[in-house]
């Protein structure tokens, strides 16, 4: 880490060097080291919804700082090249940024695939030129490293274009897992080949039919692994994938003796990890459960299952519940998103406050498709921050709620969770919305939630369906309470 010390670039910045000669590689060092903090800076500050607008210029900033330092060296010398490739990823990527909320995994998905490629194309490409160089160039240290960088580069390759595939529902890619007997032998026996052919390789370098042999093993290995796991797990898996992702740019920072990628790919590798962990609780999952658990296979209705109804009611009939109401429980989820019903809540709980009713947002961990996501939705929104309480502070005060509204959340409020240990989501922590005087579910038909679950929620006694999509379904719950349909 010498070269990331600060003293040489002191040295430079009060211009004590005869001359004031600039030495590029303290410059390029100096940027990196900027970089770096950056970086750090801007996952502390992307933590808190105050700072988080600061956290993403901060990562940009490096990033931008990361881009120049590596132009400067002098060893870069196809700008043609590099030009080429700064044009292609703005065409890919200008269009990426625009996709709408609901679709950030997937797009996330799709950015992880390209780190990967790219991870396992330089590997590639330095071992064909270190071999062409005579074996002798491939150190042990450099071996192990490329062979670390294509294997992980690689499986999250396909492994990361097969989950946004799922996640953007292709019609062509199977949704539900895809299970059979001893997959879990056949898919670590592939890992175990791919590593053998690795060690191979970093015993012998001149062994070069193995190297497509890996490749093809690890592209393999990243289908195969996404392929038992299910819908609902998938934004787990993306932000596993998201963590060797950052491990391969690991090991390409150790090929290409680049500190900034090391440090970088850590920072990248350890926050899709602690994320990774943080879903899995929120979950009350395993990772070898979210990995190997074929969660989201859809579950066959028993012959006998007693034919069960739902209750519906009407904007008009709803409004005058919440009218009467003191207060009032919003649960948000992956419908309210789809709508885009935000800024129609945020009418809907002007109307209700200035009546004197207290509103409360009920936040579940893993609601919506990313943590966070009805955080974003509802700051979008303009809804004050201090309204909303996360999931084990408002359950104390569930029984004491007049209403509970449930706005497209489905498996986040089932409590098949808390008691029926034959459910897949049993043992998840969910927003007890049964626990309300009143619940109102909006939601467009009966059809299950991610996990493709029934949701026994629909069926209480004390719950009401608002059928309809959930835009226009609190648009007319809106209309009503502004006095549009007549009640004051
Ligand atoms: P959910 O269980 O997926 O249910 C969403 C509901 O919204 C559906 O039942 C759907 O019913 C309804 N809906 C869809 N479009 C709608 C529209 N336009 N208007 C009204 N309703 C609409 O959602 P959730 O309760 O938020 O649960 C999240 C799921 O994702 C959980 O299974 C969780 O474990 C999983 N997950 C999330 C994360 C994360 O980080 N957030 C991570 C891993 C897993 P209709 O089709 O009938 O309308």
């Given at each position: 880490m010498s070269s990331f010390s600060v003293l040489p670039f002191l040295t430079v910045a009060v211009g004590t060097q005869p001359g004031w000669r600039l030495d590029v590689s303290y410059a390029i060092q100096f940027a990196y080291l900027i970089a770096t903090g950056l970086f750090i800076f801007s996952l502390k500050w992307m933590s808190d919804p105050v700072t988080a607008r600061r956290g993403v210029i901060a990562g940009v900033g490096g990033m931008l700082l990361a881009v120049v330092g590596t132009l400067l060296?002098?060893?870069?010398?196809?700008f043609g090249a590099i030009a080429v490739a700064v044009a292609v990823g703005t065409v890919i990527g200008v269009p990426l940024a625009r996709v709408p909320l609901t679709a950030v995994p997937q797009r996330t998905a799709l950015s992880h695939a390209f780190g990967g490629l790219a991870a396992g194309l330089v590997g590639t490409a330095k071992y064909y030129l270190w071999l062409g160089e005579g074996?002798?160039?491939?150190?042990a240290l450099r071996m192990t490293a490329i062979t670390a960088e294509i294997i992980l580069g690689f499986l999250t390759f396909t492994g990361s274009l097969l989950a946004a595939g799922k996640l953007q529902e292709?019609?062509?890619?199977?949704q539900r897992p895809v299970t059979y007997r001893g997959q879990n032998l056949v898919n670590l026996s592939l890992l175990g080949v791919a590593l053998v052919c690795g060690i191979a390789l970093i015993l012998?370098?001149?062994?070069?039919?193995l190297f497509p042999a890996m490749i093809a093993l690890s592209l393999l290995f990243g289908v195969l692994l996404i392929i038992p796991i299910g819908g609902a797990d998938m934004p787990t898996v993306i932000s596993l994938l998201n963590s060797y992702a950052g491990l391969s740019a690991v090991a390409m920072g150790f090929v290409l003796d680049n500190k900034l990628l090391i440090t970088a790919g850590a920072l990248d590798g350890s926050s899709g990890f602690i994320l990774s962990v943080i879903m899995c609780r929120a979950m009350n999952r395993s990772f070898g459960n979210v990995l190997f658990?074929?969660?989201g296979q859809i579950r066959k209705t028993g012959a006998g299952m007693v034919q069960k109804t739902v209750k519906s009611e009407t904007p008009e009939g709803a409004a005058q519940v919440l009218e009467q109401a003191q207060l009032v429980v919003v649960i948000p989820g992956y419908g309210m998103a789809v709508a885009q019903a935000q800024h129609l809540v945020r009418e809907l709980y002007d109307q209700l406050t200035r009546r004197g009713i207290t509103v409360k947002f009920a936040i579940h961990?893993?609601?919506?498709?990313?943590?966070g996501h009805m955080n974003v939705l509802l700051a979008e929104a303009e809804i004050?921050?201090?309204r909303l309480v996360e999931m084990d502070d408002i359950n104390h005060e569930m029984h004491q709620v007049d209403v509970a509204l449930v706005i497209g959340a489905n498996d986040v409020v089932n409590p098949a969770a808390r008691h029926?240990?034959?459910?897949?989501?049993?043992g998840m922590p969910i927003?007890?919305?049964?626990?309300?005087?009143t619940c109102f579910a909006i939601k467009r038909s009966m059809n299950p939630g991610f996990a493709g679950i029934e949701n026994e929620l629909y069926y209480a006694d004390k719950t009401f369906m608002l059928f309809g999509d959930a835009k226009k379904v609190i648009g007319e719950l809106v209309k009503q309470l502004a006095g549009g349909g007549g009640i004051r």
């Open positions: 060296d002098p060893q870069v010398v196809h074996a002798g160039e491939l150190t292709l019609k062509w890619i199977p012998h370098p001149a062994m070069h039919q658990g074929a969660f961990p893993v609601a919506g498709r990313m943590p004050p921050y201090d029926d240990p034959g459910s897949p989501i049993y927003i007890e919305a049964d626990k309300a005087r």
